[in-house]
């Protein structure tokens, strides 16, 4: 049996020594910031999300791989390929490991995929010259251009000399989209061939091997803060995090931590109330429309007047949801204006602890670029 294995990570985290200090500047962040001239996956940034994604080896092996942020996204796995002659017979195998980091980023509308075949190992019977494997892109929609060779077809021995293929990269035009966020979701499928090219072996096809969701966006000021354009990978689910100390908005995340955790502390009182946001799989998803979100926030008064009365905010309170009215899930869009069915909670806190607790949930969503409908999850931190 020959193996080959690759050193091609290694001189990497060296380059990555080189320019480590680009962390510190944030370029490392979750949402990273793209502008012009400064676009590309540096090795820091490869070898940071290729260190984590080794560390969620079993989520980074399915199809959709694993998504650390919206913005960074890996897939990876060992790939055995097990030859046949044309009559059918057994004749040979090798394998292979293959990685593909993915980073989008948070200013401009645009992908790279940077792309990678190590220790690939082939049977004793099998010549390095004749056992070919071709890594393949996919590149079939109108709304976006894709930059780079989309494959590569090589040796084994080409594969050990030079394990990684060229950044590919996509990109769509600020201005391609539906109104009013000039939309584009774009699915990036990642293939690969494997054979032994001595006339008489058939090739082993596998077209859909890894999938990546993305979104490009131009929301333009509907994100605030200047977050005019960018791209996400929608598979990744986000999660806003509330601390229930020392953060400056105490009393609201303890109503948030109450309304999922200890309903029965909670109005208005509904038997068998659960709470959605707390996982993936019954997420909240952000509301835009400015009327509905009002809607949302009368239901929820009329919850805290009818509980404690119409002096409810006496002494500088004011009436808190969760659900966030800023969702779905509030109190007037998930009950069809009937808030007594509400399986959510109001409550009078400080208006500070109101305050501070809405301003971070903005940021949060702009961070994320969490546009209508998108989801997200809620978390306690103690």
Same mark, same amino acid.
């Given at each position: ?103 989008? &980023? ?66 769509? $035009? ?63 689910? $986000? ?82 949801? &969760?659900?966030?009215?800023?969702? &779905? ?54």
């Amino acid at each position: 049996m020959t193996r080959h294995t690759t050193t091609w990570w290694q001189a990497r985290r060296a380059l990555a020594a080189v320019v480590a200090t680009l962390a510190m500047c944030g370029v490392l962040a979750a949402a990273p910031a793209a502008t012009a001239g400064t676009l590309g996956v540096s090795a820091a940034q490869a070898d940071d999300l290729r260190t984590e994604c080794g560390r969620h080896s079993a989520e980074a092996a399915r199809v959709q791989g694993w998504a650390r942020s919206r913005f960074e996204q890996c897939y990876h796995s060992t790939e055995n390929v097990y030859l046949y002659d044309t009559n059918g017979t057994y004749y040979g195998k090798f394998d292979f490991e293959l990685w593909i980091l993915a980073f989008a &980023y948070d200013g401009t509308r645009r992908v790279d995929y940077v792309t990678s075949v190590e220790n690939v190992h082939q049977g004793s019977n099998l010549s390095d010259e004749l056992t070919y494997l071709t890594i393949r892109f996919d590149c079939r929609s109108t709304e976006v251009t894709c930059g780079g060779p989309l494959s590569r077809a090589d040796t084994i021995r080409g594969w050990y000399t030079k394990s990684t293929m060229d950044t590919i990269t996509i990109t769509s $035009p600020d201005t391609t989209g539906a109104d009013p966020y000039k939309i584009v979701n774009f699915t990036e499928t990642i293939g690969f061939t494997g054979e032994y090219r001595n006339g008489n072996t058939r090739p082993l096809y596998k077209d859909t091997h890894a999938v990546n969701h993305v979104r490009f966006d131009s929301a333009n000021s509907a994100l605030g803060g200047g977050k005019f354009k960018g791209t996400v990978f929608t598979d990744h689910i $986000p999660r806003f995090d509330l601390h229930l100390t020392g953060a400056g908005y105490d009393q609201e995340a303890r109503h948030v931590d109450d309304t999922l955790h200890h309903p029965e502390r909670t109005f208005p009182a509904l038997i068998g109330k659960n709470a959605p946001g707390a996982s993936v799989t019954d997420p909240l998803h952000r509301l835009m429309d400015e009327t509905k979100k009002r809607q949302n926030h009368d239901r929820a008064v009329e919850i805290c007047v009818d509980v404690w009365g119409p002096g409810y905010a006496a002494g500088s309170m004011e009436c808190d949801e &969760y659900p966030f009215r800023s969702t &779905y899930e509030g109190a007037s869009e998930s009950t069809g204006g009937q808030p007594g069915n509400w399986h959510g909670s109001a409550r009078p806190i400080p208006r500070a602890d109101n305050g501070n607790g809405g301003t971070e949930l903005g940021k949060f969503y702009g961070a994320n670029r969490l546009l209508d409908r998108d989801a997200f999850t809620v978390g306690i931190v103690p």
